[in-house]
Antibody, heavy 120, light 107 residues
Framework: QVQLVQSGTEVKKPGASVRVSCKASGYTFTSYYIHWVRQAPGQGLEWMGT????????TYAQKLQGRVTMTRDTSTGTVYMELSSLRSEDTAIYYCARGGQEMASAFDIWGQGTMVTVSS | DIQVTQSPSSLSTSLGDRVTITCRAS??????LNWYQQKPGEAPKLLIY???SLQSGVPSRFSGSGSGTDFTLTISSLQPEDFAIYFC?????????FGQGTKLEIK
């Protein structure tokens, strides 16, 4: 079945970087956009950025520009999200989600989420 | 960025009630409006896409309507499994934005 499986819980110190992976299966990896969305404890959903697995092109939220990098490995069907210069406000659950074959599509399949805690 | 404002932020309701949640965009977004349900400890789940299209497998008691700037999600008769948080999202701009969420609580 179509699914996205994410890597496990991370605990990082302020100033460090974190890399979260998202492995896709059950569909043609290069045919659907992948988005990253985060959710701080008890808060709403925040879109972080989008990757086109076909060409590797990316679009990032302005507030994260310079700190976030999204890449993919087409040989394994895996997308990576790296966030650098971590601060306490980055403590959140990070989700990857599949978009459509067009950028304007909804996010129909979500990963299980990866908890990232930033604490000294 | 396009802002999306959801209301109400919370709603105390009873089983069998008809519930309506609204979402307003800061500019016209045609029908590029999606609705998600999130239960505690789970990832969001797509319910409605393109304002009014029901995602496969979602019960027909859920429906969506609207275009331009004003949208609604309606649950025709609340079931126990519907008590959750609901988010709207605009996908007109690829700088996607979500509403703040509406929490449905049992009265």
């Amino acid at each position: 079945q179509v699914q996205l499986v994410q890597s496990g819980t991370e605990v990082k110190k302020p100033g460090a970087s974190v890399r979260v992976s998202c492995k896709a299966s059950g569909y043609t990896f290069t045919s659907y956009y992948i988005h990253w969305v985060r959710q701080a404890p008890g808060q709403g959903l925040e879109w972080m950025g989008t990757l086109n697995p076909s060409g590797g092109t990316t679009t990032y939220a302005q507030k994260l520009q310079g700190r976030v990098t999204m890449t993919r490995d087409t040989s394994t069907g895996t997308v990576y999200m790296e966030l650098s210069s971590l601060r306490s406000e980055d403590t959140a659950i990070y989700y990857c989600a599949r978009g459509g074959q067009e950028m304007a599509s909804a996010f129909d399949i979500w990963g299980q989420g990866t908890m990232v805690t930033v604490s000294s | 960025d396009i802002q999306v404002t959801q209301s109400p932020s919370s709603l105390s309701t009873s089983l069998g009630d008809r519930v309506t949640i609204t979402c307003r965009a800061s500019q016209s977004i045609s029908t590029y409006l999606n609705w998600y349900q999130q239960k505690p400890g789970e990832a969001p789940k797509l319910l409605i896409y393109a304002a009014s299209s029901l995602q496969s497998g979602v019960p027909s008691r859920f429906s969506g309507s609207g275009s331009g700037t004003d949208f609604t999600l309606t649950i025709s008769s609340l079931q126990p499994e519907d008590f959750a948080i609901y988010f709207c999202q605009q996908s007109y701009s690829t700088l996607y934005t979500f509403g703040q969420g509406t929490k449905l609580e049992i009265k």
